[in-house]
């Protein structure tokens, strides 16, 4: 393990690492769910000390954030300028792992993602090179690094354009999911129906002591509790209500989370789809694959709103049209695997961060043909030895 503690640090251990005939992983955080960003008897240069968050432009809102930084301390960095970036759900993830791939957060449908709201990114090339990539210099790499980042070098910070956002409103609500595909029906639909203000995630399992619950977290972006009991009563209408708990809070409060420690070893088996709406096919499909006790835990995120506003063709996240992000951990590999080619056709594609199959066909569905000849063009100018193969390897 390097743990290099400045840019030059980064480039001599790439250096390094080059010379080996190991395999190389990069990691930020360490919170990868795929366990890629640790290796068997290989290298892996951590950039964890690499961490700070700094202001650039009060009157931009510009901010420039380390990889090594973790979303909570960002949201914390934020808070006192009435500002945040929309990161995640999670607050303990790693800046670099997150928004070299995407990032669906709390305030996706109103502002996007993460890396919608990027405007540049410092890296260091496989060759050793320091380069800035942002819409004028070195543009494509800057396209790349939205949604293929792992694959063209170590990101070392990025400057993001960040919102004004204080007090939210955060929703937990826990439903019966009896009837299970009409809940996740009625939910999509009423995601789909709600204002761009609003962003909620379902979370459902296997029946326990014989009952079929679902959960519902969610954030308002707004400081009036009516606006907030308005947008989220349709939403936790979609089946008989259980419990409910709905607070004021400061956004950096919900990123807010104990510290755990990641080490990079990941989840055994997640597999994810990226679909535009919850069909009465897809929803009943994915009923019976709750209730069969395959998977122990699965989640849908809403994503469309200001996400699919952006062109499938200006980032190298392509897809653009799903409203949805669904994601499936399951005990056994063969068995989730299974289940999940049943429900491929209902997806578009999937969300690289969400995947732990290594399958190549996975590839394919991670970017769309077009987006994947830009990147496979790229990667041979850019890394034409293949240094970077850790996490969804472009070939
Ligand atoms: C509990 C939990 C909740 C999550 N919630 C969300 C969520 O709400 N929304 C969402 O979008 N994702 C979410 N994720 C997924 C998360 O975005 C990814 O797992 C992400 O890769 C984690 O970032 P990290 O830096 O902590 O990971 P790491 O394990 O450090 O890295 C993961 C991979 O990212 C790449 N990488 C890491 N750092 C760099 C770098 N500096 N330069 C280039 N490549 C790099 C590497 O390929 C590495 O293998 C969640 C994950 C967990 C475990």
Do not use: C
Request: hydrophobic residues 45%; proline residues 5%; negative net charge.
């Amino acid at each position: 393990m390097l743990r290099p503690r400045n840019v030059d640090e980064v480039a001599a251990a790439l250096t390094f690492a080059r010379d080996q005939d190991v395999p190389l992983a990069v990691r930020s955080g360490g919170h990868g769910i795929s366990g890629r960003s640790t290796n068997d008897g290989g290298i892996v240069i951590d950039v964890s000390q690499l961490s700070a968050i700094e202001v650039l432009s009060e009157e931009k809102r510009l901010v420039r954030v380390e990889a090594g930084a973790r979303w909570k301390d960002v949201a914390a960095a934020l808070a006192p300028h009435g500002w945040a970036l929309s990161s995640g759900d999670y607050g303990g993830v790693g800046v670099g792992g997150l928004a070299t791939a995407g990032g669906i957060g709390w305030l996706a449908r109103e502002h996007g993602l993460t890396i919608d709201r990027m405007r540049a990114a410092e890296l260091v090339l496989a060759d050793g090179s320091r380069i800035r990539a942002d819409a004028e210099e070195n543009a494509d790499l800057f396209w790349a690094v939205r949604g293929a980042g792992a694959n063209f070098g170590v990101v070392t910070a990025f400057e993001f354009e960040v919102d004004q956002v204080g007090m939210v409103g955060f929703g937990q609500f826990v439903l019966d999911a009896s009837d299970g595909a009409t809940l996740l029906e009625r939910w999509g639909a009423a995601m789909e129906a709600a204002p761009r203000d609003v962003t909620t995630n379902l979370i459902m399992g296997p029946p326990r002591r014989g009952r079929a619950l679902a959960q519902i977290y969610g954030v308002v972006d707004s400081a009036e509790p009516d606006t907030i009991i308005e947008r989220f009563t349709p939403i936790a209408g979609v089946a008989p209500l259980l419990d409910q708990q709905v607070q004021l809070v400061p956004y950096e409060g919900v990123m807010n989370v104990p510290d755990a420690p990641h080490d990079g070893q990941g989840e055994p088996a997640v597999r994810s789809g990226l679909i535009d709406h919850l069909t009465p096919e897809f929803a009943a499909a994915a009923a019976r694959l709750i209730s069969s006790g395959t998977v122990y835990f699965f989640q849908v995120r809403s994503v469309g709103g200001a996400v699919s506003d952006v062109p499938p063709d200006a980032t190298a996240y392509s897809h653009r049209a799903a409203s949805f992000s669904v994601v499936a951990f399951g005990g056994s590999k063969a068995l989730l695997d299974r289940a999940w080619d049943e429900l491929a056709p209902h997806f578009r594609g999937l969300y690289l961060s969400f995947e732990t199959d290594q399958r190549p066909e996975r590839l394919g569905e991670a970017w769309p043909p077009a987006t994947l000849a830009r990147l496979r063009e790229l990667k041979r100018r850019y890394d034409p030895d293949n240094v970077f193969r850790d996490n969804f390897n472009i070939i």
